[in-house]
């Protein structure tokens, strides 16, 4: 059986929590299943985690016990969910942002160009448009956008303008219809690199990855406890940013906002002052963690 995910910063993630052994935790990201099981290997009987995933797929590997329970939603829905459960309040949260091996090894997916096939990129198979449609149907100038401002490409414009020609009598379909658009407008030596941001840029676009980051983190701290903890691995500088800023001020401009002494006025104590990030050792063994940064505050 192929490995569904590794979890990344395991041990430091779920130390950073400080988990309460009779407490309400959530993991958002639930995936393989490798962080909720440390977390519920530090829970007694009167604990819980709710464990939260989109993929269909992730229901393969609901953990066995009480203590769990799955949701099969996007985490934008937090509060929803929690108010369904009659939880009020919870001690800790995690969210793994990260896309897991899972969906970069399906070739079904579309999720990399490795392989060939259907451009999907949906974590729920089930709803939402697909990276086809938003190729084959955004204007120019909204998928300009989405390469210059999810992707940080330099060509977005180029590459736009590329995209809408070539539908024009072909519509791009598969991952091999799209790098054959790409391809003209990056460099060899950086080619692999350039691919992965433009795949990241119609990624975020399709599963409004962004939006929902927003939304989740607005709605833990409305649901965390006075000492509760959130942790957050991040992997790419968009979503950093906007972690950050939040945990930093409580809002995702990071504007600091002081009282009449000029104290800075937060709902958060930073946990670690300096991101967490994998150490050699991790890395090698699992190299798409070498991007991971870990923050985490604490409900004040």
């Known amino acids: 059986m192929a490995t569904y995910h590794i979890p990344v910063l395991l041990k430091e993630s779920i130390d950073g929590l400080n988990i309460r052994p009779e407490g309400i935790y959530v993991d958002v990201t639930f995936g393989g ?28 590997n609901i953990l066995p016990g009480k203590q769990f329970t799955f949701v099969r939603s996007n985490f934008r829905y937090l509060s929803n969910f929690m108010d369904w459960n009659d939880v009020e309040k919870i001690d800790g949260l995690l969210a793994d942002l990260g896309v897991s091996w899972h969906h970069f090894d399906d070739e079904t997916r579309g999720f990399s160009f490795r392989f060939d096939g259907d451009l999907d990129m949906r974590m729920n198979k089930q709803a939402g448009k697909t990276a086809a449609d938003v190729l084959n149907t955004y204007t120019e100038e909204n998928l300009a956008g989405i390469f210059y401002h999810y992707g940080e490409l330099k060509s977005s414009r180029a590459i736009a303008k590329a995209i809408v020609r070539t539908r024009e009598t072909q519509k791009i379909r598969t991952v091999r219809n799209f790098l054959d658009v790409l391809k003209p ?116």
């Open 185 to 300: 407008f990056f460099s060899r030596e950086k080619e692999k690199k350039q691919m992965a941001q433009a795949f990241q840029a119609l990624r975020i676009e399709v599963n409004e990855e962004l939006e929902a980051l927003k939304d989740m983190l607005q709605q833990a701290a409305d649901l965390l406890k006075s000492g509760g903890r959130l942790a957050v691995i991040t992997y790419h500088s968009l979503e950093d940013r906007l972690v950050k800023n939040f945990f930093k001020t409580g809002d995702f401009e990071g504007t600091l906002k002081k009282d009449f002494y000029g104290n800075v006025l937060t709902p958060f104590r930073l946990i670690n002052n300096k991101i967490i990030i994998p150490d050699a050792e991790e890395i090698e063994k699992n190299p798409r963690s070498r991007s991971a940064k870990l923050r985490i505050i604490e409900k004040i």
């Open 33 to 60: 299943g490798g962080h909720a099981r440390e977390i519920l290997s530090r829970l007694n009987e009167d604990g819980h985690l709710y464990g939260f995933d989109r993929d269909a797929d992730a229901e393969n």
